[in-house]
């Protein structure tokens, strides 16, 4: 079989399709590369190549310049061969599924409450998207022993302290009282991060406006403006949560905002790949906070730092009872004390540390590497396209 995977833009994702390209050809796939197209014009010049016999095309996320301006649509149409599209971010920031011949395409999406969403949309008339989370590549994260004291025995963080939003941050900016609301939701929020936030904010913006979810939802101002709440909710978790856990022997790596939250606790930026490997594996634990866009998946962190066979510490999510044992391969809390408990007695007992890494890792080589996802995607591919494959 042949497939042609089209290049993603990013700093992790040409990881992921990379990792992705490899786990294909060791399962015997044939697999063609191309940057994604950039134009139409690139039409041409795609339909020769089509011509040499893909069964499929693959392609991580999506270019939001094609997919908002419908261009996807006609080059599927054009080549009309099936499409397979992983998102491993939230599908709506592409105009899926309006950006989508529905008839050629196969869905995967990494986090499984996001993708009972897109299932339940009259607007998606194709084959109902399937739940496929993230991975890791143990050719690129493993552990390795340096023979000396770990150099962060108090965990670290990797991460941005918000991705921003310029549609969301102007709603922000014209909406009088919104961090009063952001302050009142937290104080809830913080209390159980179980919790979803939409649902949250929908509950606090029926009790406020004294009106129905139903009638609400008609309004679009009343959707951006739960959007926004889930964005800014996110950024304020994400920067108490970890201002709040990691403390002295850890470290906070990303962007230079962490300076001005944590101080000397920041370390400066990481790069993904061999740099992050070196640092997971120098680290007590790996913390794990979500991005706003996330509702349930499971993040890269998760995967990557249990490879490594490093613990990691993550905020709850349901995903983690279905993927990992939630006790003994990593530890979930529900508030911010929880996770302060909890690393006091990981910093107090470094051997259960390991055991639970080294059994974090044991169930990431066994179902949850790049090629365990590049086999379910064939499968179900061959489930549903079986003309092209035979």
């Known amino acids: 079989m042949r497939i042609l995977a089209f290049r993603p833009d990013g700093l992790v994702i040409p990881y992921i399709h990379a990792s992705m390209v490899r786990a294909f050809r060791t399962l015997g796939i044939e697999v063609l590369e191309l940057p994604f197209p ?52 939230d599908p709506a920031g592409y ?32 084959i109902p998207p399937i739940h496929l989370p993230l991975a890791s590549d143990p050719e690129l994260f493993y552990p390795q022993e340096s023979g000396r004291p770990l150099l962060f025995p108090g965990g670290v963080f990797v991460g941005s302290t918000a991705h921003p939003n310029p549609m969301l941050d102007k709603a922000i900016q014209n909406s009088p ?59 304020r978790k994400r920067r108490e949560l970890v ?47 979500r991005q706003p866009q996330a509702r349930t998946g499971l993040t890269q962190r998760i995967f990557d730092a249990s490879a490594c066979g490093r ?23 529900h508030t911010l004390e929880e996770a302060q408990e909890a690393k006091e007695i990981m910093i107090r007992d470094p051997r259960k540390v390991m055991e639970i890494g080294s059994r974090a890792r044991e169930k990431v080589l066994a179902l949850h590497t790049y090629r365990h996802r590049a086999g379910q995607i064939i499968k179900t591919l061959q489930r549903f396209f079986p003309g092209p494959l035979a």
């Open 38 to 89: 950039q134009h139409e014009e690139n039409l041409q010049g795609l339909k020769s190549f089509t011509s040499q016999g893909p069964a499929a095309v693959f392609t991580l996320d999506l270019p939001v310049h094609l997919a908002l301006k419908n261009i996807l649509k006609n080059i599927q149409e054009s080549i009309q061969i099936p499409w397979i599209i992983w998102f491993v971010d």
């Open 95 to 126: 105009g899926f599924p309006e950006c989508c011949d529905a008839a050629r395409t196969m869905v995967f999406c990494w986090d499984r409450e996001i993708t009972n969403q897109i299932s339940l949309r009259d607007s998606w008339k194709g």
């Open 177 to 235: 009282g919104f961090f009063n609301d952001i302050s009142n939701l937290w104080e809830v929020w913080r209390g159980d991060l179980g919790r979803f936030p939409q649902r949250l904010a929908w509950n606090y913006l029926e009790k406020r406006a004294g009106q129905g979810a139903k009638t609400l939802c008609r309004d679009p101002l009343a959707r951006l403006w739960v959007h926004a709440v889930v964005y800014a909710l996110g950024i």
């Open 243 to 289: 201002s709040g856990i990691i403390g002295e022997g850890g470290g906070i790596f990303g962007d230079r905002g962490w300076h001005n939250i944590t101080g000397d606790l920041y370390r400066g930026e990481v790069a993904y790949g061999d740099d992050l490997r070196r640092l997971y594996n120098e680290a007590g634990f790996v913390l794990d906070i």
């Open 311 to 333: 613990p990691v510490l993550s905020e709850f999510s349901p995903e983690i009872g279905s993927l990992f044992d939630s006790e003994k391969e990593v530890l979930a809390f």
